[in-house]
């Protein structure tokens, strides 16, 4: 795979001993070859929540949740995972730049934001997920 950037207008680039190249919206400036892996795990036994897939207990916030924060006063997200055949392994989460996480051990984790006065009216959605890995 090659990943290429192309200009949004033409453009004329000028290299270090002066000469000029123009570069049109379909003319790519750089192309760099782009490589990965995925590793795939193997099938988890039982898609049950709680056993090899993560399940979130209390005092997770339910799918959906809204709160109303003023502007300087922290939020504070506490979240609780199980898994009896997995390893609670990390906590993904999206949202504004400014969340902080915390891990507080054996599954829990905590999300905290402090919106400010420019974010003041908005809604901010924060996102977040559990990883776990296999015992084996």
Not at 3 to 13: K, Y
């Amino acid at each position: 795979m090659v990943m290429e950037d192309f200009p949004r207008q033409a453009i004329t680039l000028t290299q270090t001993d002066g000469s000029q190249v123009g570069k049109t919206t379909s003319d790519a400036i750089s192309k760099i070859p782009i490589q990965f892996a995925f590793l795939v795990d193997p099938a988890a036994p039982s898609c049950s929540e709680g056993v090899y897939l993560p399940t979130f207990l209390l005092p997770t916030p339910e799918h959906g949740a809204q709160f109303n924060i003023p502007v300087n006063q922290a939020l504070k997200i506490n979240i609780t995972s199980v898994a009896t055949q997995s390893e609670i392994t990390g906590l993904l989460y999206s949202g504004p730049y400014n969340v902080v996480k915390s891990s507080l051990g054996s599954g829990s984790f905590s999300l905290t934001w402090r919106p400010s006065a420019s974010e003041d009216g908005q809604s901010h959605p924060i996102c977040f997920i559990v990883q776990a890995s296999d015992l084996c």
